[in-house]
């Protein structure tokens, strides 16, 4: 501790490691960048948290783990108890979008996703760094961890694709519920298995040129319409 009652970043995460395991520096600047916490600023721009910091921050923590609050109810929640104001603990997070509809899974031959989806063109699209994390609402720290763990690339120019956006934001939306990139990779890795499946596929079937793209498409749909259909099973 640097003083009574201050403690530095390094010092809140081994204090609070013994709960938060997966708690990192990155996640502490990722949630002073949302604005959650303020620590102090000294002269030489380190920060330092008091008592009251760090006991806020545990209850972000706390109510990402265990209510499954998205940051935007924390955040409610946080403005409520500083102006003094109860807060129902109890409270379940807002409700999600409701899965599709039955019908809608069985619609396009059984896959939720058109393939007109995988058809070319979304590489075509540049977006630069940051257009990307205005877009995506990331920052640009998080992008770079994206980046480390093979879920988003740019091009040698430094250029970004609509896809990638698209990936950022999902990413994004993981974050506020306290995963990070790195705890990601498995759908990065799940994505090259599939994709070499789907052209080991075309391989085989050696489709006419005019034929491969839109093969490719309802093979890359088919592929995320099962991927669906397992999870949803599994969280029944």
């Not at 303020?38 to 209510?67: H, K, N």
Request: with cysteine.
């Amino acid at each position: 501790m640097t003083g009574e009652g201050r403690h530095t970043i390094g010092q809140v995460v081994r204090e609070l490691s013994g709960d938060f395991p997966d708690l990192t520096i990155s996640k502490v600047r990722f949630l002073e960048g949302k604005g959650l916490i303020t620590p102090e600023r000294t002269a030489s721009g380190y920060r330092l948290f008091s008592d009251d910091q760090v006991e806020r921050l545990r209850f972000i923590l706390t109510s990402q783990r265990d209510r499954f609050w998205p940051l935007k109810v924390i955040a409610d929640a946080l403005d409520q108890m500083d102006r003094g104001l109860d807060v129902d603990l109890d409270a379940p997070a807002p409700g999600r979008p409701a899965p599709p509809p039955l019908g809608a899974l069985r619609a396009g031959g059984g896959t939720p996703v058109e393939a007109a989806a995988f058809a070319p063109g979304e590489q075509a699209v540049r977006v630069s760094r940051a257009e990307l994390c205005r877009n995506a609402e990331v920052t640009a720290e998080q992008l770079q961890d994206m980046a480390s763990f093979g879920l988003v690339q740019a091009d040698k120019d430094g250029w970004y694709t609509a896809l990638d956006v698209e990936i950022a934001r999902a990413v994004g939306t993981f974050a506020s519920f306290g995963l990070e990139p790195r705890h990601l990779r498995m759908f990065r890795l799940a994505a090259d298995r599939e994709a070499a499946l789907v052209q080991q596929t075309l391989t085989s079937f050696r489709p006419a040129p005019e034929q491969r793209d839109e093969m490719r498409a309802r093979l890359a749909a088919a592929c995320l319409s099962l991927h669906v259909a397992l999870v949803r099973a599994e969280l029944g």
